[in-house]
């Protein structure tokens, strides 16, 4: 049994919108469910607790979704719960994310209060017509608002998620929307995620691609925009430790870090994904047949593979080769890399896949540290491709 500390992860399903690009668990329209949303989750947390073993919570992330759109006191009682229940570290990162448009000032005063110590605003860009074609449904004025909202309420751990490489984006307005967030509230945030435009299997966006109504943007103009942004970002102050994410003053996000360094960690709400005891789970996605299989719920005694929530709709358990696939796939997408060394001898059988990235100037090897090159981050996914190929 493990002794390291545990991440959690909370997943709130409500959105005022479902952007076209979106396919996480979210859902417009079901606001009547947060009370009973909330309940669940806090049965959920209790199931969950005594499989904790006592082991030390180093991080809480409340994601959706849009946790924002969630009362003061609702976020209260979830944190209340964790800290009566679980070993919450002192030092705890406790993030929520937030859209602009729900950012409420009296809301944010009591998610400080509760614990919460970092928000990450989902902004994606300034420009109105992206805005729109991203079914956004704030503008940049609000945004900015928004954020410096967040700052008078006491946060000084703040993120901004970006979104660049749209159908037709030029270069220009995408450096617009970085110059402009830069100068908010004088400094601009501590930490940016800038993720490229990726169309998701499912989603509305990827059926106007399949029918030639929109056209995906050039991935070799994609990283050059990719190229301008890190080399902007490192001039401004800040340290891109991962492929899309960079932060000032060793603000990372540790709650990320524990998916990327393939660490464990729990979760509860519909649809989400833990990792834990060497078992990787999803949680039923429908938020009422959710709430339907924790209604009542008070022994341990209905998980899937023994694990305490009846709301659990499979797992497995993971391999040895495939948790090294695991491991290089996350982690490679850091800049510190891996450490080879650290590995188990089933690494061996992936080897040749590593080699032939270092071949081609995609990877680097000093010592026993193995990273991408810039190059490497940009063509990352071929990599990957050929490691799960050839596990």
Same mark, same amino acid.
């Given at each position: 049994?493990?002794?390291?500390?545990?991440?959690?992860?909370?997943?709130?399903?409500?959105?005022?919108?479902?952007? !076209?690009?979106?396919?996480?668990?979210?859902?417009?329209?079901?606001?009547?469910?947060?009370?009973?949303?909330?309940? #669940?989750?806090?049965?959920?947390?209790?199931?969950?607790?005594?499989?904790?073993?006592?082991?030390?919570?180093?991080?809480?992330?409340?994601?959706?979704?849009?946790?924002?759109?969630?009362?003061?006191?609702?976020?209260?009682?979830?944190?209340?719960?964790?800290?009566?229940?679980?070993?919450?570290?002192?030092? &705890?990162?406790?993030?929520?994310?937030?859209?602009?448009?729900?950012?409420?000032?009296? =809301?944010?005063?009591?998610?400080?209060?509760?614990?919460?110590?970092?928000?990450?605003?989902?902004?994606?860009?300034?420009?109105?017509?992206? $805005?729109?074609? $991203?079914?956004?449904?704030?503008?940049?004025?609000?945004?900015?608002?928004?954020?410096?909202?967040?700052?008078?309420?006491?946060?000084?751990?703040?993120?901004?998620?970006?979104? @660049?490489?749209?159908?037709?984006?030029?270069?220009?307005?995408?450096? !617009?929307?970085?110059?402009?967030?830069?100068?908010?509230?004088?400094?601009?945030?501590?930490?940016?995620?800038?993720?490229? /435009?990726?169309?998701?299997?499912?989603?509305?966006?990827?059926? =106007?691609?399949? &029918?030639?109504?929109?056209?995906? &943007?050039?991935?070799?103009?994609?990283?050059?925009?990719?190229?301008?942004?890190?080399?902007?970002? #490192?001039?401004?102050?800040?340290?891109?430790? *991962?492929?899309?994410?960079?932060?000032?003053?060793? /603000?990372?996000?540790?709650?990320?870090?524990?998916?990327?360094?393939?660490?464990?960690?729990?979760?509860?709400?519909?649809?989400?994904?833990?990792?834990?005891?060497?078992?990787?789970?999803?949680?039923?996605?429908?938020?009422?047949?959710?709430?339907?299989?924790?209604?009542?719920?008070? !022994?341990?005694?209905?998980?899937?593979?023994?694990?305490? !929530?009846? %709301?659990? %709709?499979?797992?497995?358990?993971?391999?040895?080769?495939?948790?090294?696939?695991?491991? /290089?796939?996350?982690? +490679?997408?850091?800049?510190?890399?891996?450490?080879? #060394?650290?590995?188990?001898?089933? @690494?061996?059988?992936?080897?040749?896949?590593?080699?032939?990235?270092?071949?081609?100037? $995609?990877?680097?090897?000093?010592?026993?540290?193995?990273? +991408?090159?810039?190059?490497?981050?940009?063509?990352?996914? *071929?990599?990957?491709?050929?490691?799960? *190929?050839?596990?």
């Amino acid at each position: 049994m493990s002794h390291a500390s545990l991440g959690l992860y909370i997943h709130v399903p409500f959105c005022t919108v479902k952007c !076209s690009y979106c396919d996480f668990n979210s859902y417009a329209g079901i606001e009547d469910m947060q009370a009973e949303w909330e309940a #669940a989750a806090l049965t959920e947390l209790s199931l969950w607790a005594p499989r904790f073993h006592g082991r030390e919570v180093s991080t809480v992330f409340i994601g959706g979704g849009t946790p924002s759109l969630l009362p003061g006191e609702s976020i209260e009682r979830l944190l209340n719960a964790i800290n009566s229940q679980l070993r919450l570290s002192q030092d &705890a990162e406790i993030s929520l994310e937030a859209n602009p448009e729900s950012v409420h000032p009296e =809301r944010l005063r009591r998610y400080r209060i509760a614990g919460v110590n970092r928000i990450s605003m989902g902004v994606q860009s300034l420009d109105a017509d992206e $805005l729109v074609f $991203l079914d956004r449904i704030h503008g940049a004025q609000r945004a900015e608002d928004a954020f410096a909202e967040i700052r008078a309420a006491g946060f000084d751990n703040v993120n901004l998620d970006l979104i @660049y490489g749209l159908p037709g984006q030029s270069l220009s307005t995408w450096q !617009s929307t970085l110059e402009r967030v830069l100068t908010w509230s004088g400094n601009g945030p501590d930490h940016i995620s800038c993720y490229a /435009l990726t169309v998701e299997e499912g989603t509305p966006l990827a059926a =106007r691609v399949a &029918a030639g109504q929109v056209i995906e &943007a050039d991935p070799d103009y994609v990283a050059e925009i990719a190229d301008w942004t890190a080399e902007r970002l #490192a001039r401004a102050g800040f340290e891109q430790y *991962e492929t899309s994410n960079y932060a000032r003053d060793g /603000l990372t996000c540790r709650h990320n870090l524990i998916y990327w360094r393939n660490q464990e960690y729990a979760a509860i709400g519909p649809g989400a994904h833990g990792f834990i005891d060497g078992l990787r789970y999803h949680v039923v996605r429908s938020p009422k047949g959710y709430i339907d299989r924790l209604r009542g719920a008070v !022994s341990m005694s209905n998980g899937v593979e023994d694990l305490p !929530s009846p %709301a659990i %709709a499979g797992a497995e358990r993971v391999g040895d080769l495939e948790n090294v696939i695991d491991t /290089l796939t996350s982690g +490679l997408r850091l800049t510190e890399g891996i450490d080879e #060394a650290a590995l188990p001898p089933i @690494y061996q059988q992936l080897r040749p896949v590593l080699d032939w990235a270092v071949d081609n100037h $995609l990877a680097q090897r000093e010592e026993s540290r193995l990273s +991408l090159t810039r190059r490497g981050h940009a063509v990352a996914n *071929e990599i990957f491709v050929r490691l799960l *190929e050839h596990g």
